[in-house]
């Protein structure tokens, strides 16, 4: 029960929801449709290669074939390990069309989330884009007898050699890998192979069998069955599952959040259908980017694939030179990209290499900030802009590569500031709000209805109401049927009445806009859509006797950041160790407890993915919090704390450096590091000599992300044209010297 709602429920407007689709039929029906002969693209080492819808539905089919004829069962589960790519793609609705229910991965996170996620939704089968990625998982996939089958999509010209190599080096004398014999025809023997902890357990009486194929060879084998694939669409309705996806809860555990085939369809279906002018076939081109693990990119997707639109998929490395390559009319994007942009913008207008050049650019930006998107410019202010349009705000939006029509961005908080001045530039941004849960979009600003600061408007279909707490709610046709395995956290997340309690608290305002304005929940998320969960971070920081409070904090921004409230006590015990006798504030910049604490929040970046660690900590003295609670009655809230502290949150994210690695523990990144004449260099030696202890914050492998060179698509991806050739893999130097930007 919610009990009184502060405001009314704003109902589903007058359009029409799509429901009964199943995400294949989507597919089907631009085929026959929408034509379209470069519906996918995807950069190779010898430029674009295109595949056409049809040609696309055809790989699909042949793999979703392949797969039943491995024996699967409707509902089995096909982990996805996969680039953000065509072949991810084809994976998707391959099982889809299977009737079989994917489980995509996000690459970035650690090795042990990745094995739960394998573990917890006990998928049947793997599908990992290529070897290199393999490779990094193999040695954890001894205990899961429930897997069988793991298929590569992109394999070396030698793929059998290989194979039977893999099969055989077990038994190769003064290997590291157990020496039992494997005959030729057993499949492939996982347990041991380079897993240090394995090495020291007997070999299992009867080991994990996995047998390993190509893509092309169960592609090949779906081609010579005796199904038909179209027999297939018969097999599926549009209320069977379709995929699960793990998000993190506020403990950090993750949770595999139901989606329909109808969820997702009728949002992807339902969020086109209000997108003023959006049009048909090959009219839009669209530059994908954002990981397709994660529900807003995949879902935008169908409605693209559904639309027949011409889709080229890039990465956050190669989008900005894609752009100019594209010249998409549809790009979907996080506030991050955006921000950076618009930072870029700002810096141009300040160091413009003329002074002329200089006072243009700011007094278009001066111009730009007026701007009100809800009312059309008129009179001399509407001359300024033409004028301002063509000496400065056509070069921004060539950025975007010119004929950008629709700029959609989820998946955190854009500023307001950035979404009025790209509009005043002819670039109006698309903000909104939406979950995993509610299968990616509840609300979106669109056309003339487009306020920023805001979320915009609930699509058709979704209900969304307030609680008195301040809540955001909703239901529809969107939502999760609940959590894979978790009944318990199901019922909490979805109320005897059908309302989805999200977690957000926002306001609804007389014409229906939604604005967030805080949260109920202490998940939040980053720049980049990320979520992050303080929870366990502050709670292994807390085990520290050297710690009495600890804020994580960092939503809507790049990175994470942290607030320590020290244990003075133990902290002058401590320093007392090594000879220093100081008062509070010089001993909250003294280096060896600055390295203390730097060690510590080491040991809680460790279970984190790459780009969740906390890269900058501030130590703040208990009396500004003493302070403050004697006039209240209870422990001040999180929110209040934050309140509090605001100065103090400002200043660090103003001085966030370079990324920690959770093995550097002697390294002093913080900005009083100077003071003391220690360096990053210098700074190991000379706290190992001044300091008399530091925690050890060794992280095992197995709680990192996989190796961030190999988990983002390169300048060259491996493609297969399904037209019985394989294309060599790319040389991994290459690969090896290309860095992530998101």
């Known amino acids: 029960m919610i009990g009184t709602k502060t405001t009314k429920p704003v ?32 950069w190779t080492e010898s430029g674009w290669q295109s595949l056409s819808n049809q040609a696309f539905q055809t790989a699909v089919e042949s793999l979703a074939v392949g797969l039943l004829e491995l024996g699967l069962q409707k509902g089995d589960r096909v982990a996805l390990l996969m680039h953000s790519d065509v072949n991810f793609c084809v994976a998707d609705l391959g099982c889809l069309l299977a009737n079989l229910v994917d489980v995509p991965i996000d690459l970035t996170q650690t090795l042990e989330h990745i094995i739960f996620v394998l573990d917890h939704s006990e998928a ?22 429930q897997l069988r089958y793991i298929i590569v999509v992109s394999v070396p010209e030698d793929w059998q050699a290989v194979r039977s190599q893999w099969i055989t080096s077990a038994s190769t004398p003064g290997s590291q890998f157990p020496t039992k014999e494997i005959p030729e025809s057993a499949c492939l023997d996982i347990p041991m192979l380079l897993h240090p902890a394995s090495l020291e357990q007997s070999h299992p009486t009867v080991p994990q069998c996995l047998q390993v194929f190509s893509l092309e060879e169960i592609q090949h084998n779906g081609q010579a069955s005796t199904i038909n694939p179209r027999s297939l669409h018969d097999a599926i309705a549009a209320h069977d599952l379709a995929t699960i996806v ?74 900005m030179k894609q752009l100019q390559e594209v010249h ?4 979907t994007t996080v506030p991050l990209f955006l921000e950076k942009i618009y930072s870029k913008i700002l810096e141009h207008s300040h160091k413009a290499s003329s002074i002329v050049e200089r006072l243009l650019l700011r007094w278009a930006m001066r111009l730009a900030k007026r701007y009100e998107m809800e009312h059309q410019p008129s009179g001399v202010y509407a001359g300024l802009l033409t004028l301002a349009d063509w000496l400065v705000f056509a070069k921004w939006r060539s950025v975007f590569g010119g004929r950008l029509q629709h700029l959609i961005c989820g998946g955190a908080a854009l500023r307001a500031e950035v979404a ?51 809540e955001i709610l909703i239901r529809g046709p969107y939502i999760t049927p609940g959590y894979y395995r978790n009944s318990e956290a199901t019922r909490s997340l979805i109320d005897s009445q059908g309302w989805l309690h999200t977690g957000d608290l ?19 998320k980053l720049s980049t859509g990320k979520y992050i969960a303080p929870q366990p971070i502050e709670q292994r920081l807390m085990q520290s006797p050297f710690v009495d409070r600890t804020i994580v904090i960092g939503a809507d921004q790049k990175t994470c950041a942290l607030l320590i409230i020290p244990n003075l006590a133990a902290l002058h015990r401590y320093a007392l160790e090594f000879g220093i006798d100081s008062p509070n504030d010089a001993l909250l910049k003294h280096p060896c407890v600055l390295a203390l604490y730097q060690a510590l929040v080491n040991v809680a970046n460790c279970h984190l993915p790459y780009w969740a660690i906390v890269k900058q900590f501030r130590l703040i003295h208990p009396d500004i919090i003493s302070n403050a609670e004697q006039n209240s009655i209870e422990p001040l809230s999180r929110t209040a704390l934050l309140q509090l502290l605001t100065d103090e949150v400002k200043a660090l994210f103003a001085e966030i ?13 913080s900005p009083d590091a100077d003071k003391w004449n220690i360096n990053e260099q210098a700074g190991s030696e000379v706290i190992d000599l001044l300091c008399s202890y530091l925690p050890d914050a060794t992280c095992p492998v197995f709680a990192q992300s996989l ?20 294309i060599p893999e790319f040389s991994r130097g290459i690969a090896e010297q290309l860095i992530t930007i998101l």
């Open 11 to 42: 109902s589903p407007d007058s359009l029409t929801v799509r429901l009964g689709r199943t995400l294949p039929s989507l597919l089907n029906e631009a085929s026959l449709q929408v034509p379209n002969p470069h519906a996918f693209n995807q």
């Open 124 to 145: 049947r089968v793997l599908i990992v884009s290529n070897l290199d990625l393999l490779q990094q998982i193999l040695p954890y996939l001894w205990n899961m007898p």
């Open 246 to 319: 793990y998000i993190p809860d506020e403990q950090g555990q993750l949770q595999g959040v139901m989606l329909t085939h109808e969820n997702i369809s009728a949002n992807a279906l339902t969020s086109f259908s209000v997108i003023p002018n959006l049009k048909r076939g090959a009219q839009e081109v669209v530059l994908s980017f954002l990981p397709l693990n994660h529900v807003l990119a995949r879902t935008l997707l169908y409605g693209h694939i559904n639309y027949g639109h011409s889709i080229y998929f890039s990465s956050p490395n190669r989008v």
């Open 328 to 331: 998409p009319t549809v790009l």
């Open 420 to 470: 009025t001045v790209f509009a005043a530039a002819g670039i109006p941004v698309m903000q909104g709000y939406g979950l995993t849960q509610a299968s990616a979009v509840v609300c979106c600003n669109r056309g003339s209805h487009n306020r920023p600061g805001t979320v915009g408007t609930p699509i058709p279909g979704v209900e969304l109401t307030i609680a008195e707490d301040g």
């Open 506 to 524: 926002g306001t609804i305002s007389e014409d229906g806009f939604l604005k967030i304005v805080g949260l109920k929940k202490s998940l939040f």
């Open 657 to 669: 450096t370079p990324q920690v690695r959770p093995q550097n523990i002697k390294v002093l990144t």
């Open 707 to 726: 190796n961030p060179r190999l988990t983002t698509l390169r300048l060259i991806v491996p493609f297969m044209l399904y037209t019985g050739m394989n």
